[in-house]
C-alpha cells in the first residue's frame, strides 16, 4: 500500500508577516521609496498607509513591481467617534494578493468631509467596478475617474449613506417610501 505525500505547511510564528509579504514590501519601498508611504504591522498583515495623492503611484508600483496583481478586497470604514483615533474619519483598504508567493499587503487611505474623495483604480484593476460602488454607496465616499458611479445596493433617490457612523440605526423613516418591485420587475 503506497501513501501519498501531503504537504506540509511550514511553520510560521502567529501574528508575524509571512516572508512573502515582507518581499513585497521591500519591492514596492525599492520602486518608490519609503517616503511614499507609512508601514503598520498588526498580527500576520503588513499596512501600508498611504495619502490620496499617491495611491495610484503606490497602487501602480505594487502591481507592476511587486506582484501584486490581485485585489482580492476593497472596502470602507468610518471612524467617527472611534476612541483614540485621529486620523481621517473614513478609510478605504485595498487587499492586495500576490498569488504566486501568497504574500499579501493592505493598502489604506483616508479622506475626510465634507468631499471624501480618491482616485479610482478601475485603470488598475477593472474588478473594482461594483466594489467602489458599494463604498461610495454605503459611505459617500466617491472615486474620481470611475466609469459609472451610480448607486449600487440603495435606490437612486436614497440621498444618505447608510453604514455611516451618524446614520441612525433604524433609518430616517425612508424604507417606507422605497418603490416596491415585483419579482418579474427585479
Known sequence: ???AATAVPSPRIEGAPTA???????KLVAAVGEGAFRVERFRDNIRIRVAPDRLIEVLTALKAR????F??????ADYLGYPGYEGPRFEVHYVLRDLDTNGFVVVKAGVDDPDPTLPTVF???PGCD?????VFDMFG??????????????PDEFVAFPLRKDYPLRGRGE???FPRLTREES
Open 66 to 69: 511587486a506582484g501584486c496583481a
Open 20 to 26: 512573502a509579504s515582507e518581499a513585497i514590501l521591500a
Open 1 to 3: 500500500m503506497s501513501t
Open 123 to 125: 485603470g488598475l484593476w
Open 130 to 134: 461594483w466594489m467602489e460602488r458599494e
Open 141 to 154: 465616499v466617491r472615486f474620481e475617474g470611475h466609469p459609472d458611479p451610480r448607486r449600487i445596493l440603495m
Open 175 to 177: 424604507r417606507h417610501n
Open 71 to 76: 485585489l482580492a478586497e476593497l472596502g470602507g
